[in-house]
Nanobody, 125 residues
Framework: QVQLVESGGGLVQAGGSLRLSCAAS????????VAWFRQAPGKEREFVAV????????KYADSVRGRFTISRDNAKNTVYLQMNSLKPEDTAVYYC??????????????????WGQGTQVTVSS
């Protein structure tokens, strides 16, 4: 069982930046792909970004490409999501997730083994 703890959410004005962190309890995290999803009120949880275990490959949702950057520091057992040029439509609860070994690229909601508890990001206009 891998426990994931997100942090770094908050309230920011449109155009601002936030950096989310996802810290894992288990060292197996360093051998896993890690993804970020988000869920806005009344909407389904959607994929945001994913990174391979070694950080070499990443993939982003079209809505965040060029504004968000996913990265990881395996020495710290932590994955980050740098969010720049934030828009009100980025407002959501952001979840860190570890996809299953056999999940697609990018992973779907159904292909996740472990979820964090989520962190709220609110972007004001």
């Amino acid at each position: 069982q891998v426990q994931l703890v997100e942090s770094g959410g908050g309230l920011v004005q449109a155009g601002g930046s936030l950096r989310l962190s996802c810290a894992a309890s288990d060292r197996s995290f360093t051998n896993s792909r890690v993804a970020w999803f988000r869920q806005a009120p009344g909407k389904e949880r959607e994929f945001v970004a994913v990174i391979t275990w070694n950080g070499i490959s990443t993939k982003y949702a079209d809505s965040v490409r060029g504004r968000f950057t996913i990265s990881r520091d395996n020495a710290k057992n932590t994955v980050y999501l740098q969010m720049n040029s934030l828009k009100p439509e980025d407002t959501a609860v952001y979840y860190c997730a570890v996809p299953s070994y056999r999940s697609m690229w990018p992973p779907s909601r159904d292909g996740i083994d472990f979820w964090g508890q989520g962190t709220q990001v609110t972007v004001s206009s």
